[in-house]
């Protein structure tokens, strides 16, 4: 899965006005309680399902509702023109939600499934709040993408600073089966073997 974080917002025009929409987590577990998986979603934005494209809007940019301004939108141009417009911006909009690039395949569970957002999401949500130690309302503001990041991030710091032994030919012991000599060894010496004395 390729994450993106430079291009993550995406702007529509609505009622004339530009309307930037931002992939956050709380987008995504507000749309989740309503529709469950992706391909539901991206199905019923497929379908030209005006209240699914008002719920995409609305959430990703932080609007109450943009029903009344999708409806002025189909009633001026036509719902043909207006949904050829917005439906791959808005598909865009949701596979940035999984964090994921629009050129990566279809994200299933090994038994062909697609996962649903709650479980997804909430695992994220511990993630920034967890590992990370960001405040709820970061984790909430952040997009997926960005905790995808950041927490590989926090991986490569854990593993420089207690070092692996990838390469070496002797197997990774966890940090809980370590004894605490190798703890301090794996701190402070770099992981490195001691040295017999002479």
Request: hydrophobic share 40%.
């Amino acid at each position: 899965m390729t994450t993106r974080l430079a291009s993550e917002s995406i702007m529509i025009t609505l009622d004339g006005t530009s309307a930037e929409l931002v992939p956050t987590l709380r987008a995504a577990l507000r749309l989740a309680r309503r529709y469950g998986t992706y391909s539901n979603l991206i199905g019923k934005l497929s379908e030209g399902s005006i209240e699914a494209v008002a719920d995409v809007i609305a959430e990703g940019s932080g609007h109450r509702s943009a029903l009344p301004a999708v409806l002025v939108e189909v009633e001026t141009y036509g719902l043909i023109k207006i949904m050829a417009l917005m439906i791959p911006a808005l598909v865009e909009f949701v596979i940035a939600l999984t964090g994921a690039s629009p050129d990566d395949k279809a994200d299933k569970t090994s038994n062909g499934v697609p996962p649903t957002w709650n479980s997804f999401h909430e695992e994220l949500f511990s993630i920034a709040t967890g590992w990370l130690g960001w405040s709820p309302a970061e984790a909430w503001a952040a997009t997926p993408a960005e905790i995808i990041a950041a927490r590989k991030g926090r991986e490569a710091m854990l593993k420089a600073i207690y070092g692996s032994s990838e390469g070496t030919g002797e197997p990774t012991k966890p940090h809980d089966e370590m004894t605490l000599d190798e703890q301090a060894m794996a701190v402070f010496g770099g992981g490195r073997k001691r040295q017999k004395a002479r």
